[in-house]
């Protein structure tokens, strides 16, 4: 018994003597066991020590999140640290090597396979790295990426130089550097005849990332001088999208080479967050949103549920006011579908896609609210066809509104009501299919409340001793009771739940806020609906067009004084 008991003893003594030998092997091949010099950086643990002779960092997150995740910036760590700094608090590892001077070429290339190594050999993060280059870091970024996009989430790129015959070389609109430039040519051991002739920059060398599908978000000032758009981030968006590679761009107007990123850094963290297995949560998404704006048709430019989430906002007394827009436009689908005869031939239904760039731009949103589909079945039975159209306007819906920085909440379709404007067929079945496809898109990132499902639901039950009950009279257009169920539900996926109120009023004056409250906030969202609306243009007639943008807004804000001073005498 003693034998077995020793034996057993030196066969695990051995296992575990092979383990470390193979971790330590594992490190060595990765650049040996470095010596780790710790320290803090924005409250985070940084860790500093060398790898193939390089100088790298890592700093870690309190608590990582599910799988490693982390976000390599390969030059100028710590210049507009806020995406890094959020990512940290969502769970990642940040990571920087020192390769400076070295323009992404090989020797820089070589460098980073040692780095990316030790990183997911020995400290055991994810295989797929988020990689962020600014400016010349792009270099960096892209060309590691087309030598692994196997190993690439996801890139997130900051006025980045994408063909070095821009920058530093100066053949183009920029004026170069001509001290860079030898540096450069020399680290690609290239003369400037064979330099020009080159067509491994990233500009030239898309193709194996597009064919990998990595997404990319590039973050530019359009009037950048130093590394012009133009030949840059615009020739590789536009080769990119050509080869079939996912790309969004935020063009920042006006803006030159400075300042990088975005001062609210959430458009660039729900980029990366909805490319590792991540999001955003609703409350990060509102806390990061001053200006809110909805869109949809008749449902939502009736301005009832818009009116009763505002309300809900004015309870928050947040210190910076949040501009709740309600731009919902009557008949309007996001398929550009209509049925003959509409409006007995007056028009057709309008299309979001003929105004959205020019609401989207007068609006400037942070955050999107949308709610479409009651009219893109076109009320009748199920279409494969119609549905494909409702799909593809909403991904144009949500590349639009990235595009400028924002984010987008879709809301699946209301109810409708079979039993108030029968068919020969249940239109709300077809809207079920409608539905489910937009809550299978939470999958892939997509920020959705489920009205459809909770409104459906909701009729039921109230059936069950109520026949006759509706929020709809009309089979479409939710009564003042059916506009404050759909704000109800809004509002408890961004984290409160209001359904002990029957109305907007009683909420708040269940908050010891006057009832008197409650119409002045409809007249806000009134008057804020018909200018911006009007403003911006369409193709529906009959809508109000309302004072210009200017004077709406100085109505808008006696209307907030008047509703804050009857607000603060009750906190």
Known sequence: MIRSVRWLCCVVAILACVAVSDRTARAQAAGGAPEIRKSEWNGYERRDFTIDGR????????????????????EFFGHEPQADIALLGKGFHVA??????????????????????????????????????????????????????????????????????????????????????????????????????????PVDHLAGLAKAKVPLLHVCGDADEVVPFEENTQLLAKRYRELGGPITVIAKAGVGHHPHSLQNPLPIVAFVLEHTGGSLTPAELLNGSRRIVFLGDSITAAGGYVAGFDAWLTLQQTAVPR??????????????????????????????????????????????????????????????????????????????????????????????????????????????????????????????????????????????????????????????????????QLIRWFGDDVAGASTPADMLTASGVPASVWPLIQQRVNVLRDSYVGTAGHKRPGVAKGVPVAEAEKQAAELTEKIQQLITPAK
């Open 96 to 201: 920087y090597m020192d390769v400076q001077n070295m323009y992404g070429a090989p020797v820089a290339l070589d460098h980073m396979d040692k780095y990316y190594d030790y990183l997911v050999q020995t400290r055991e993060l994810s295989a797929k790295t988020v990689l962020e280059g600014f400016s010349r870091g792009g270099l960096f970024a892209l060309n590691w990426a087309a030598r692994h996009p196997d190993r690439v989430a996801c890139i997130y790129n900051d006025a980045p130089v994408c063909d070095f015959k821009s920058w530093p070389a100066g053949f183009g609109k920029a004026k170069g550097s001509p001290d860079d430039w030898k540096r450069c040519l020399a680290a690609y051991q290239l003369t400037e005849a064979q330099a020009r002739e080159y067509k491994l920059n």
């Open 55 to 74: 100088a790298c960092l890592l700093v870690l997150p309190k608590q990582p999140a599910a799988g490693h995740p982390w976000i390599w910036r390969t």
């Open 323 to 488: 501009r709740v827009i309600c731009a919902g436009l009557p008949s309007e689908t996001v398929s550009g579908l209509s049925e003959d005869g509409h409006a007995g031939g007056q028009f057709p239904r309008p299309d979001l896609a003929e105004r959205l760039d020019r609401i989207l731009d007068l609006t400037k949103p942070d955050l999107v609210i949308a709610c479409y589909g009651i009219n893109c079945g076109i009320y009748e039975p199920f279409d494969a066809g119609r549905l494909a159209k409702y799909q593809a306007g909403l991904e144009n819906l949500k590349r639009a509104v990235e595009q400028r920085a924002a984010r987008l909440v879709l809301v699946t379709p209301p109810f409708y009501d079979d039993l108030r404007a029968p068919k020969k067929f249940s239109y709300n079945a077809v809207l079920d299919r409608y539905s489910e496809w937009l809550v299978g898109q939470q999958k892939q990132g997509w920020h959705v409340v489920d009205l459809h499902s909770a409104m459906t639901q909701a009729v039921q039950r109230r059936r069950a001793s109520d026949p006759q009950f509706t929020f709809q009279p009309d089979g479409v257009h939710p009564n003042d009771a059916g506009q404050w169920y759909v704000a109800a």
